[in-house]
């Protein structure tokens, strides 16, 4: 049986794994789960393991990582080779029964174009783990932390969404962090334990950028400097930024209300308002022009004319 098991929240999808290996009762300690990664071991290898029939045990599962091969992506050296993927492709479409070989993703680009992919899709049951909304995290966290003897006042937990994105496995670290902590959560307590993401930085740069504060633009910045982040990486945050501001600044003005502008831009709907508070004060000429100037320095610096940190500190201070 050929399973491909897929999505970015990586910890429903290592759940999902577990699921699958109590309900066909494969463990490592019966020698009837093996794991893994596409291009470490010879694909030979691994389509001899997923052929050999499981011991005492009725069913074994083979689980592939790192399918790389499968989708858009292009490694600079070639991992898995056209005879490696012919085999792959003759195990998949002649597949042991006895063998649960699961296809193991935690991304979602997959290359449709591609034969093996399509054989897949033909041969194989897939399961695509979605992310959860805001309103499903914003539940599934309340009731983590009260598993846990403990609460959470709502101004703390919209802070530690906030902060936390919409990863559910950093969220679910940070609480077991915070119930460690203290059983009564508070505000503060996520402030001081939970750090805030670089968009939450960049965010702060941005409306410095745009309020021509230069002081407050630098000190930022170089905050984000010194915690290592590369200034290309922060080019298409705070490009990211800005797009999010004349969109929801265009949406605003069309008369969309919050949940819809989250919804169509793919945003937290607590992210809306102070989104659109900030739009209000910014020129959309202005945000054009600075999309336009970061989409040149991002290509000066790619093809190596401008440094990539001389380039962005002189963009900051053009204000």
């Known amino acids: 049986m050929n399973i491909v098991l897929y999505g970015e929240e990586k910890l429903l999808l290592a759940q999902r794994l577990?699921?699958?290996?109590?309900?066909y009762q494969c463990t490592s300690d019966d020698m009837n789960y093996m794991v893994y990664h596409a291009g470490e071991t010879p694909m030979k290898d691994i389509i001899e393991d997923a052929l050999t029939q499981p011991f005492?045990?009725?069913?074994?599962?083979?689980?592939?990582?790192?399918?790389?091969?499968?989708?858009?992506?292009k490694p600079k050296k070639k991992l898995v080779t056209d005879e490696d993927i012919k085999l792959f492709l003759d195990y998949i479409e002649h597949d042991n029964p006895t063998t649960l070989f699961v296809i193991y993703h935690d991304q979602r680009n997959f290359d449709e174009r591609k034969k093996v992919v399509k054989s897949l899709r033909k041969n194989a049951k897939w399961y695509e783990i979605e992310k959860?909304?805001?309103?499903?995290?914003?539940?599934?966290?309340?009731?983590?932390?009260?598993?846990?003897?403990?609460?959470?006042?709502?101004?703390?937990?919209?802070?530690l969404l906030e902060r936390c994105g919409?990863?559910?496995?950093t969220i679910s670290n940070q609480v077991e962090k915070l119930c460690l902590y203290t059983?009564?959560?508070?505000?503060?307590?996520?402030?001081?334990?939970?750090?805030?993401?670089?968009?939450?930085?960049?965010?702060?740069?941005?409306?410095?950028l745009l309020n021509h504060?230069?002081?407050?633009?630098?000190?930022?910045?170089?905050?984000?400097?010194?915690?290592?982040?590369?200034?290309?990486?922060?080019i298409g945050l705070i490009a990211n930024a800005l797009r999010n501001l004349y969109q929801v600044s265009i949406m605003s003005k069309k008369g969309y209300?919050?949940?819809?502008?989250?919804?169509?831009?793919?945003l937290n709907p607590r992210a809306i308002y102070p989104i659109c508070k900030n739009a209000a004060h910014f020129d959309i000429t202005e945000l054009m022009e600075k999309l336009y100037a970061l989409s040149e320095l991002?290509?000066?610096?790619?093809?190596?004319?401008?440094?990539?940190?001389r380039g962005l500190e002189l963009f900051l201070m053009r204000i």
Not at 66 to 73: G, R, S
């Open 132 to 159: 959860l909304t805001f309103n499903q995290l914003y539940k599934a966290t309340r009731e983590a932390i009260v598993h846990r003897n403990a609460s959470i006042e709502d101004n703390a937990l919209a802070l």
């Open 183 to 208: 059983h009564s959560i508070k505000k503060e307590d996520v402030e001081r334990l939970v750090p805030p993401r670089v968009e939450e930085d960049v965010f702060k740069l941005t409306n410095a």
């Open 257 to 266: 209300r919050d949940n819809d502008i989250a919804s169509a831009l793919g």
């Open 56 to 73: 005492i045990t009725e069913y074994k599962m083979v689980v592939l990582k790192n399918p790389i091969f499968l989708t858009k992506e």
């Open 166 to 169: 919409n990863d559910l496995l």
């Open 18 to 23: 577990e699921d699958l290996k109590k309900k």
């Open 213 to 234: 504060d230069l002081r407050n633009t630098m000190r930022v910045y170089q905050d984000l400097i010194s915690k290592k982040h590369d200034p290309l990486e922060l």
């Open 298 to 309: 991002d290509y000066a610096i790619k093809t190596g004319t401008v440094d990539k940190f």
